[in-house]
């Protein structure tokens, strides 16, 4: 059984490699007829296991996209473990017992139900007591059994991960250094939580065992070893775990040790498991752990250097966090200069100051922390004054906590968000203007106005030597900001962040008043009031915009750096005048979604998010889909279109606005 699972892995991976190259870069692997053999041999494996693998070639998982994720409450709690960086502690906790040691996977929490060989339910850890339910993503994970022989009901734990070399792929495809990810575990979070599952499969997320929790009626005869192998058999792929003793496990763990360095799966340390199953049980737990299991974190490396710099950083919620800059240093095969102190309690416990020898490590192998201050002169002053804004400061007492605030409640950093509007693709379309990005410019006082976007340069020397920086990204994001610089009315009213103000709203503002700016803001509550499809809400909103003098400064400020074009209007621009349509699913006759939605708007259509009985098409190219769309738009009779049927009402109706 295990040899043909083995084979069934390797016959997927070629095939569905041969079938890439094939449909998607004119390539072709191997002949037709090698292969139609290799998937005949799959076939009859399958058949005679009883397994068919995730991504296999004989099924086709189907994507949906849901509103949002279900919650669910686990049977029983999902405890943590406790915790040891000692492996005498670890030869101590296995005493006369043998015990399993495997990696601890550093990535996301999932339990599976299968009932009667089909994978009928996924769940996320969550809080330990409720998960998010994410059975259709679950289904395209890379390594998941999706049918399995046995009939009784399963249910398992493991780990979703996203493998170093895969993580690296995804993060080279994205030219924003900035808005890069992280690290594997965050995307991997982002990944699993999707709620449009083509999103996940593309993510290439696997999924490891690491407990089973029921298999009812399967001896496994009182053995943890036993479970692995048997879930082994079932086509799942387990942790990777050694048998020993006492007297063996420092020997296991530096195995491990030593096969980290090349490990290409996330692993934060080890979990140590009594085999006898039994006897795991008859411990119990406390109030926090389980008592047959504890985890081992490695010993962190740990690199002395001098510290040369507290960075003050504003952040959106108005607390100013301490950032130590010190000497760079080599820390788990990465250069690192940086970290975060985290608040003023911590800065205060750890007596920092300029010049002091510091000791810096990577919790968890990731985020650089200061260890101790090994001087501790504590000489760093506090400041008085925002970096971001200039406004005071105030020291708070927040859970115990002393934290230093912005008081300004107009701090620009406490506008991270207007920002990110502002340089977004359907307002001013300034690439490479990450939040990241945003947010470290702001907190070195280079943004107070959106009119400073375009004065970057005055901080040019500054920006190139920042972290993820260089000429290129620095010559590219002036050039895109060069761009930007010649825009239409549209985009900017919907650029200033007006609240109740979309992008189509912003449109049908400026039709109304013919793309004369002085006009639109010089307009009154009752005449914005009048247009159709605006109303009073809106209107109030958008004169109370305009009227306030700080705004009408700043907009004055901002209108000295801009070109404004008016948009060329398409013929027949009032062919889909009345109609509101509803977009799901991906598109193929346009770039994207968002140009679809401004050829709607163009023709004097509107776009809205959701299906309600006001909707008068829903256009998805899998009109027979039961997503949650479709089912609302067959219960209001409601058509669906694909974007060909799309195409041949507009083409229809312009014909019958010519006559």
């Known amino acids: 059984m295990e040899d043909a699972i083995a084979r069934m892995r390797e016959l997927t991976g070629r095939l569905r490699e041969a079938s890439r190259a094939y449909y998607q870069n004119d390539t072709e692997l191997m002949s037709n007829l090698e292969y139609d053999r290799l998937y005949d041999e799959l076939e009859k494996l399958e058949r005679e296991t009883g397994t068919v693998l995730a991504g296999s070639p004989t099924v ?3 994507y949906a996209a849901l509103e949002q994720l279900p919650k669910e409450r686990h049977e029983e709690p999902m405890l943590s473990l406790d915790k040891t960086k000692e492996v005498a502690a670890l030869a101590e906790f296995a005493g006369d017992h043998e015990v399993l040691i495997s990696w601890k996977l550093d990535g996301l929490t999932v339990v599976l139900t299968y009932q009667g060989g089909e994978l009928v339910k996924a769940v996320t850890r969550g809080n330990g007591e409720v998960g998010e339910v994410i059975t259709n993503n ?24 996203i493998t170093y070399s895969e993580f690296e792929k995804i993060n080279e495809e994205i030219g924003d250094a900035e808005a890069r990810y992280k690290n594997p575990r965050n995307l991997c979070s982002g990944s ?14 696997r999924f490891y065992a690491f407990a089973l929790v029921r298999a009812d009626g399967v001896d496994f005869e009182n053995r ?19 048998r020993t003793h006492a ?31 039994a006897y795991g049980r008859s411990l119990g737990r406390t109030a926090k752990f389980p008592r047959d299991s504890i985890a081992f974190k490695w010993q962190d490396e740990t690199c002395e250097t001098t510290l040369r710099e507290i960075e003050w950083s504003p952040s959106r919620t108005g607390l100013i966090n301490p950032v130590a800059i010190f000497d760079p240093v080599e820390l788990e095969g990465t250069t690192v200069s940086r970290a975060s102190v985290h608040n003023l309690s911590i800065m205060k ?25 090994l001087t501790g002169s504590g000489a760093v002053e506090i400041p008085e004054i925002c970096p971001a804004c200039g406004g005071p400061t105030t020291v708070k007492q927040i859970n115990d906590v002393e934290t230093l605030c912005c008081t300004n409640p107009r701090c620009s950093a406490k506008r991270i968000k207007s920002f990110a509007l502002f340089v977004s693709r359907d307002a001013m379309n300034i690439e490479g203007m990450s939040e990241a990005t945003l947010e470290k410019f702001i907190a070195r006082g280079y943004l107070h106005t959106f009119a400073d976007l375009f004065h970057l340069e005055q901080h040019r020397e500054e920006i190139v030597q920042m972290e993820g920086f260089g000429e290129k990204s620095y010559a590219n994001l002036m050039q895109s900001i060069g761009k930007a610089r010649t825009t239409t009315l549209p985009r900017l009213v919907y650029a200033l962040g007006i609240p109740n103000i979309g992008v189509a709203n912003a449109k049908l503002l ?12 010089t307009a009154g509550e009752e005449e914005l009031a009048s247009i159709e499809g605006l109303g009073g809400v809106i209107a109030a909103s958008v004169a109370g915009y305009f009227a306030d003098e700080e705004n009408a400064e700043a907009l004055d400020t901002l209108l000295c750096e801009l070109t404004l074009e008016k948009p060329e209007e398409q013929e027949g621009g009032s062919t889909l005048s009345g109609k509101t349509f509803v977009i799901t699913g991906s598109v193929e006759q346009f770039a994207n979604r968002s140009e679809l939605k401004a050829f709607i708007e163009a023709h004097g259509g509107k776009v809205t998010g959701s299906v309600t009985k006001k909707t008068d ?11 949650s769309k479709n089912k609302k738009a067959r219960e209001l009779a409601i058509p669906v279109l694909s974007e060909a049927d799309f195409l041949k009402l507009v083409e229809e109706r312009e014909d019958a606005y010519a006559d």
């Not at 994970?141 to 734990?157: A, K, T, V």
């Not at 699993?192 to 997320?205: C, F, G, S």
């Open 60 to 62: 086709t998982v189907g």
């Open 138 to 161: 679950a289904r395209v994970f890379q390594n998941i059994p999706l049918h399995i022989s046995y009939q009784g009901e399963l249910i398992l734990r493991g780990e979703a991960v």
């Open 192 to 205: 699993v939580r999707q709620l449009n599952n083509e999103i996940t499969a593309k993510r290439h997320v």
């Open 224 to 242: 943890r070893s036993s479970q692995f192998e048997w879930l082994h058999s079932m086509g799942f792929e387990t942790v990777e775990y050694r």
């Open 247 to 277: 007297d063996g496990v420092a020997d296991t763990v530096a195995w491990f040790e030593e096969k980290i360095q090349h490990y290409d799966v996330p692993s934060d340390g080890l979990v140590v498991t009594y085999n006898d199953i």
């Open 349 to 373: 416990a750890l007596r920092l100051g300029i010049g002091d020898t510091v000791t810096v490590y990577k919790a968890n192998m990731i985020i650089p922390q200061i260890a101790e201050n």
């Open 510 to 521: 400026c039709r109304f008043f013919d793309y004369e700016l002085e006009r639109l803001r």
């Open 617 to 627: 098409y829903l256009i998805n190219n899998d009109t027979t889909s039961n997503s």
